[in-house]
Nanobody, 111 residues
């Protein structure tokens, strides 16, 4: 089972951008779905974006063209470029795949 480590979170003003990165300890090329999820206080964890082994991408409805997920099997990374961030995007963001989860990275968007 791979270990996943997220990085890139932080504090940003509304309208700003952040790039999250998920680094895997081993190969992810055989993992069917890799994704980014988020959990805000008092809310359930929800899908932000996922990318399949074949390159199919799915975004949460709230993304509305603001985020881009990318997967690099050779580098064993899954990145999430987030643009036009809104205060409601404030949450802990987790990388997940093959029943593995990272520790999460906090994203805080100020108004």
């Amino acid at each position: 089972q791979v270990q996943l480590v997220e990085s890139g979170g932080g504090l940003v003003q509304a309208g700003g951008s952040l790039r999250l990165s998920c680094a895997a300890s081993g190969s992810i090329s055989s993992i069917s779905i890799m994704g980014w999820y988020r959990q805000a206080p008092g809310k359930q964890r929800e899908l932000v974006a996922s990318v399949s082994r074949s390159g199919s991408i799915l975004y949460g409805d709230f993304v509305k063209g603001r985020f881009i997920i990318s997967r690099d099997n050779a580098k064993r990374t899954v990145d999430l470029q987030m643009n036009d961030l809104k205060p409601e995007d404030t949450a802990v963001y987790y990388c997940g795949g093959s029943q593995s989860w990272g520790q999460g990275t906090q994203v805080t968007v100020s108004s």
